[in-house]
Every structure is written in C-alpha cells, then in structure tokens.
C-alpha cells in the first residue's frame, strides 16, 4: 500500500476543495441565473360564481409573491375587496381553465386540476381582505409522485383556492361538491393563476426549457 507524503496529501486535498468549489460555483451560478421573486395574479374564470365572493360594487383581487430561498421558497397569497367572513381552502394543482392571454387552455379538461397539493386555509375577514404566508418547495421544483401507484413525479405549477363550503356559492349555481379541503366535501374554485400562452406552464414555473416538439418543462 502506497502512502502518501505530506506535501502529497496537501497537494490532494487542495485539488479537491477547488473541485468542490468549482462545483459549488456553477450551481450558485445556475441558481443566480433564475429570478430571485416572482409575482402574479390569480382570475375568477367563472363571472356567476364571482358574485358569491366579491364585495358588492368592487373588483376582488388575489396576487401572489415568491421570494426564492436556498432551502425553501416562501409564498404570499393576499385576497382583498371579498364579501366578509368567507373559507377558502388553497391548492397548487397541475392544470389551470385558463391561459395567460386569458382564452382557454384547450388540454384542460373541465373539472380536472389534475395533481393537487392541499397548501393551507385562507379566510377573508371583517374588511373583506385576508392574507396568508407559506415555506415551501415551490419555485420549478414543486411536484409529487406515488411509485406504488405507478404515478411519476408531476409538478403543480399553478395556484388556486376554492369555497371550503358548498353553501357559500349556492346562490350562484354551484350544486355538488368538489374534493378541495380537508373533508373532501368543498365548493368551486373561486381564483386561480393561469398557464403560460406559449409553454403551457404554471407561473411556479420560472425557468422554462423547450422540449424541441413544441412542449416545455421547467428547468430545477
């Protein structure tokens, strides 16, 4: 068994931490080249159904902020000019009605969000306003999978909230339930972001990269 001298040991070990650093550099670098925040807006695509929540004689609004962290991104959700006292429970899903130019997204089939991820609760109070603050996993790199099911991993790039309580869009319509809360036994969706008019993607998704057949996915 060879042993090595000192200085050889010395020589070694430098030329590995410059591996390392050289490694270290380039994910930094990859990561800088990604923005660091991101902001968009959430839509009502169903005008009757926006009746049951928005103020009487306002425009109700829902934006998002993503500050992008090293371990895990952090969220703002604020609604304001609601109807006061209202439930709403927040997803991010795989699928969006709508895109960006705000026409239809024609591979969205209706009532299917595909893969859905039950984020938190979100209540607008005596003013009509309301704001949440999550720490997640979100910004190009959210998405779930079930190997036991043969399900491969699946991103959920758009943002949406739905009534926690079916009596709460009654009187626009709304009859059933949908799965989007704790008890699976929810109203409609009530805002939800849009996808990209030219990648299809969800606006998590700040990185996108052509798959060269006219589709994306979005770069980790």
Request: net charge neutral.
């Amino acid at each position: 068994m060879r042993v090595l001298s000192t200085r050889a040991r010395r020589v070694a070990a430098a030329a590995l931490a410059a591996v390392a650093i050289a490694a270290g550099g380039t994910a930094a670098s990859a990561q800088a080249s990604k923005p660091s925040t991101t902001s968009f807006s959430l839509f009502s695509n169903n005008p009757t159904i926006q009746n049951c929540f928005a103020a009487p004689g306002k425009t109700p609004t829902a934006t998002v902020h993503v500050q992008r962290g090293q371990l895990n991104d952090r969220l703002e959700l604020e609604i304001k000019n609601f109807k006061p006292d209202l439930d709403f429970d927040v997803f991010t899903v795989e699928n969006a009605p709508q895109l960006s130019d705000g026409t239809a997204n024609p591979g969205f089939v209706k009532g299917n969000f595909g893969f859905s991820w039950y984020q938190s609760d979100l209540h607008s109070d005596h003013h009509g306003n309301g704001l949440i603050t999550l720490k997640t996993i979100l910004l190009d790199q959210i998405f779930g999978f079930d190997a036991g099911r043969g399900v491969n991993p699946v991103n959920t790039f758009n943002v949406g909230f739905w009534f926690n309580n079916p009596a709460d869009a009654a009187a626009c319509g709304f009859t059933g339930f949908t799965p989007f809360n704790g008890e699976h036994h929810a109203g409609p969706v009530a805002m939800i972001s849009r996808q990209d008019v030219t990648t299809r993607l969800g606006p998590l998704c700040t990185s996108p990269e052509s798959n060269g057949d006219g589709t994306f996915h979005c770069n980790p």
